[in-house]
C-alpha cells in the first residue's frame, strides 16, 4: 500500500509539472476554514492469538473545526492539503469472551492530513464545483485504553479519498470571499493491539476499517 501510494504521488507531480501554469495576475492559493462531522463507516475483526473473537468495533461520530490550504496549477487544476484532528470515542461491542457485553476502549485522537488533486469547473456562475481524489496517512495519539484494557495501540494508517465540492463566490471575482461545501470520503484501517491481561489474561488484535465520510461546511479566500 505504501508503495503504491508514493507511485501514486510521484505520477500526479510528475503530470502537474507539465501542466499549464495560472495566469500571472492571479494569486494561486486559496485558504478555508470549515467545521466537518467525521462520520465513522466503522468495522473490525477481534481475535486472540489469530483465533476470531467475535464482536465489533464501534467508534464516534465527531464535530470539529478544520483548515485546508489549496494551491491552484491551473484554473481547473489544483491540489488541496487538509489538516485537523478528530477526537473518538472506541467500543468493542457484543464481545463473545464477555457474554457478548460492550467493552469500553476509552477513547484516542486521529491526525489524517490527506491531499487531494482536484479538477474545479470553470464557468460564468458564482457556483464552482469541483471533485478530487487523492491519499490520507492517519496517525492515532493520545491514546487512552478505558477502564478494563491495561494498554492500547493503533499503527498509522495510508489509504485513498475522494472528494467533491463546491465554492459559492461571494465577490463575483476570480478572488475574494466564497462559501464552501465539501464531502470526502477517506479510507482508513488501523491494527489495534489492545492489552487485557488483568481481564481476560490475553492480549486482542483488532482489524479495524474507520473508512470516514467527512462533511463540511464553510468559508474561503481565495487570494
Do not use: C
Amino acid at each position: 500500500m505504501k508503495q503504491l501510494l508514493l507511485a501514486t504521488m510521484v505520477a500526479g507531480a510528475t503530470w502537474l509539472g507539465s501542466a499549464p501554469v495560472a495566469s500571472a495576475d492571479e494569486n494561486p492559493w486559496m485558504v478555508r476554514g470549515r467545521v466537518i462531522g467525521v462520520l465513522p463507516d466503522e468495522s473490525g475483526d477481534l481475535s486472540v492469538a489469530g483465533a476470531p473473537l467475535g464482536g465489533d468495533v464501534e467508534i464516534s461520530n465527531q464535530y470539529v473545526p478544520e483548515l485546508d490550504i489549496t494551491y491552484f496549477f491551473t484554473k481547473n487544476i489544483a491540489a488541496e492539503l487538509i489538516l485537523g484532528v478528530t477526537p473518538h470515542d472506541v467500543k468493542a461491542t457484543n464481545v463473545a469472551a464477555v457474554n457478548g457485553a460492550n467493552v469500553d476502549l476509552g477513547d484516542v485522537t486521529l491526525l489524517p492530513p490527506t491531499l487531494t488533486l482536484q479538477y474545479h469547473f470553470v464557468n460564468d456562475s458564482q457556483w464552482k464545483p469541483y471533485v478530487g481524489a487523492g491519499v490520507n496517512a492517519t496517525f492515532f495519539f493520545n491514546e487512552d485504553e478505558g477502564p478494563v484494557a491495561d494498554g492500547i495501540d493503533y499503527d498509522p494508517s495510508y489509504g485513498f479519498a475522494l472528494q467533491a465540492g463546491v465554492d459559492y463566490d461571494l465577490d463575483g471575482e476570480p478572488g475574494g470571499w466564497a462559501i464552501n461545501a465539501d464531502i470526502k470520503k477517506i479510507w482508513i484501517n488501523t491494527d489495534v493491539t489492545v492489552d487485557f491481561t488483568t481481564a481476560l489474561s490475553a492480549t486482542v488484535d483488532a482489524d479495524v476499517d474507520i473508512n470516514p465520510l467527512v462533511v463540511g461546511l464553510g468559508l474561503g479566500y481565495k487570494f
